[in-house]
């Protein structure tokens, strides 16, 4: 049972009305996003006109403000935004979706005088106006809104997506265009791509950032901006469509042979019931004998054979890959298609190919990540001299991993940051090497056999006589 001091709504509920008022106010002291939050449930005790009235206040305090957006201030302007957000999706749409979709679209042109003034890209923002453009796409449903002008007005804000908040917008109205809508917005686009340049241009200039005289701008090639959006928007709605051939037709021809293009064009046509299509288009391109294709195509192309009856060479495609670049995702896959018992064999065979790989790193990166750790701790052991101490991100949670089970592993690792570091006098890590000399001494007694590497003592003695003269790291010294 929860104690009577447990903060949850049964608890609070028997402190009464007047204390959680008198709370309410002292806690709202200071912040105005909570005061704007009790505002804002204070409307809504009297109708959705009124909570809708609140929300385009804030929506117009927001459009005139002038302060700039730093990291501190990320965090409170994207709760604003949910604040906003939330309340039109909860509060004011179930009472009138007409009203809350209008909200949604002011909540969405909030994005340039936000974006204008902000001072470093925070995805958190964007996806704040992301998910506005999915929950207009749910209101709009419900609304029952005439399809030619919601067609209409989606395309007025594609064609000014400056800041990409208008990406998901397409497909997330899709369901409230249907069919007819979805031809008319697509007839708008091909309409306004066909329209004179000097038109386009009066659109103005893109803004890139700001300095103490105020907006830094550049003029931009529209043509080629514009081009861009009606191509983009045209595969939107055909992948609304579940047109596979309108979809190819806005790919240009050059760009068809890119990997990461073929494998969207491949899916598709995978789909559709295309499978040989969609090998055409894959092998299309020179990658198969590559290192680094893209994983995307790879697995797109085991993905057509096998729809094509080829479980063979799909199989030996992913032993193939694996082997190029100890990817686990290919091995999974093979091992996933093997019969019984043939699934520890050929684990068993890759732990063995790995050992030998000849990127040390990428073999240690394989183990933790598959995971196994015995065989980690194997080739740390056996490749002690390979292992680059520079490279801490991966350095250090092996260690981590390492060092329950496997403790003389894990001091061979911590090892190799801490010689790196004082060998090249980074004395920025300094006091992280310190930190991993004194995990080593923690590890020593759960070592019962040093195999052949030099003890905890012996290793600080020597460290001591190389590296005497780094009085930065010997003041750091336990």
Known sequence: MAAKTTLNAKNLETLGAPRLAELLIEISTGSAANKR??????????????????????????????????????????????????????????????????????????????????????????????QTCVDAGVIATSAGVEKDALADKICAAVQNNDYGQYDPLIAA??????????????????????????????????????????????????????????????????????????????????????????????????????????????????????????????????????ALGGADEAQADRWKWFEQSLNDVHLRAFIRRLPDFDDMEAEEKAFAFAQAFPEVHRALAFFLHWPALAEAAKLVLKRKGELNGDLYDLMTPAAEALAEKHPLAATIVLRSMIDFTLENARSSRYKHAARHLVRCASLTSHIEDFAGFASHDAYVTALTSRHGNKRGFRSLMP
């Open 173 to 306: 109205m899709a369901p409230a265009l249907g069919k007819d809508g979805l031809e008319r917005l697509q007839a708008l686009f091909m309409q306004w791509s066909k329209e004179p340049e000097d038109k386009v241009v009066q659109s103005g200039c893109q803004v890139l950032g700001w300095s103490s005289q105020g907006a830094i701008h550049e003029v931009q090639v529209y043509g080629n901006h514009r081009e861009r959006t009606v191509r983009i928007a045209l595969q939107e709605i055909a992948d609304a469509q579940g047109d596979v051939d309108a979809y190819i037709a806005q790919q240009p021809e050059k760009t068809r042979k890119a990997p990461l293009v073929a494998t969207d064009i491949a899916r598709r046509l995978l789909s559709a019931g295309r499978a040989a299509e969609a090998l055409e288009t894959l092998d299309a391109i020179d990658t198969r004998s590559r290192v680094d294709a893209p994983i995307e195509w790879q697995l797109a192309r085991v993905e057509v054979l096998e």
């Open 37 to 130: 939050r009790l505002r804002m449930e204070l409307a809504g005790n009297h109708s959705g006109a009124e909570i809708a009235r609140e929300v385009r206040k804030r929506f117009a305090s927001i459009a005139r403000s002038r302060t700039v957006i730093n990291w501190r201030k990320v965090k409170a302007v994207t709760a604003d935004l949910e604040t906003q957000r939330k309340t039109i999706v909860d509060v004011v749409a179930p009472d009138d979706p007409k009203e809350a979709l209008e909200l949604a679209w002011q909540l969405l042109a909030l994005a340039d005088p936000i974006f204008q003034r902000s001072a470093n890209e925070s995805s958190s923002i964007i996806e704040s106006f992301h």
